[in-house]
């Protein structure tokens, strides 16, 4: 049983922070040398980083807690600004159509963001859990970037085809996919050395590096087997 230590009520903490930050700031497109991207390119990528130290270090387990705790925090956080978007404004205030843009997100929106958030998140996890077993705890970057090419290209895919099919042409869906799946694996080779260091730290200082032998994958498990 791996205790809930300081350092990885911190990283769950983190991660949970850089989930719904994203969501917040993903509603401003910005123009990176030409190419057309959401704002959350520049925290969210780290919820995959945070999420491979997390596997590598506590297991699938631990992180399918915090997975989960995240999608808790994002359903409270768009029910409460929903809620409130919902209340009758002051007279005096004017603000509400700004209100509705960066904090109203449309049904169908909130929808991309929750589908691709899970499958992104868990196969990312999964992935690299068994990548850890089957090579024996060896080649981390290659597992950190393996399962991170699979589940952001899930993630990216699944947000982008939700959200805007039938809105915009085909090629233009295609084009947004691949512009976020390169940032964010972009970003991810960049931050190697950094989850490197935070992993071998972890490790060190937790005393635990675990292997998921006999953990239960099923993501909707409460079971914690092989924890």
């Given amino acids: 049983m791996i205790a809930l230590t300081p350092r990885f009520l911190?990283?769950?903490?983190?991660?949970?922070?850089?989930?719904?930050?994203?969501?917040?700031?993903?509603?401003?497109?910005?123009?990176?040398?030409?190419?057309?991207?959401?704002?959350?390119?520049?925290?969210?990528?780290?919820?995959?980083?945070?999420?491979?130290?997390?596997?590598?270090?506590?297991?699938f387990a631990k992180a399918r807690t915090v997975i989960w705790i995240g999608f808790g925090a994002n359903l409270f956080a768009v029910g409460t600004f929903m809620l409130v978007g919902a209340l009758p404004a002051a007279g005096f205030w004017e603000h509400g159509d700004a209100y509705a843009t960066i904090l109203g997100a449309t049904p169908r929106i909130l929808a991309a963001s929750f589908a691709a958030y899970l499958i992104g998140e868990f196969t990312n996890s999964y992935i690299l859990a068994r990548l850890k077993v089957a090579m024996a705890g060896r080649h981390l970057w290659v597992r950190t970037l393996g399962s991170s090419i699979i589940a952001q290209t899930?993630?990216?895919?699944?947000?982008?085809?939700?959200?805007?099919?039938?809105?915009?042409?085909?090629?233009?869906?295609?084009?947004?996919?691949?512009?976020?799946?390169?940032?964010?694996?972009?970003?991810?080779?960049?931050?190697?050395?950094?989850?490197?260091?935070?992993?071998?730290?972890?490790?060190?200082?937790?005393?635990?590096?675990?292997?998921?032998?006999?953990?239960?994958?099923?993501?909707?498990?409460?079971?914690?087997?092989?924890?």
């Fill in 154 to 227: 899930l993630d990216s895919g699944v947000f982008i085809t939700i959200a805007f099919f039938g809105v915009f042409p085909t090629e233009v869906l295609v084009t947004l996919i691949l512009t976020q799946i390169v940032f964010k694996l972009g970003y991810e080779v960049l931050a190697t050395p950094i989850t490197y260091a935070v992993v071998g730290w972890l490790k060190k200082s937790e005393g635990v590096d675990h292997f998921d032998n006999a953990t239960s994958f099923n993501p909707f498990a409460l079971s914690k087997s092989g924890d």
């Fill in 10 to 59: 911190f990283i769950a903490v983190l991660f949970v922070t850089c989930l719904l930050v994203s969501n917040i700031t993903a509603v401003k497109l910005i123009d990176v040398w030409g190419y057309v991207i959401p704002g959350a390119i520049v925290i969210f990528p780290i919820s995959y980083i945070i999420g491979d130290v997390l596997t590598e270090v506590y297991g």
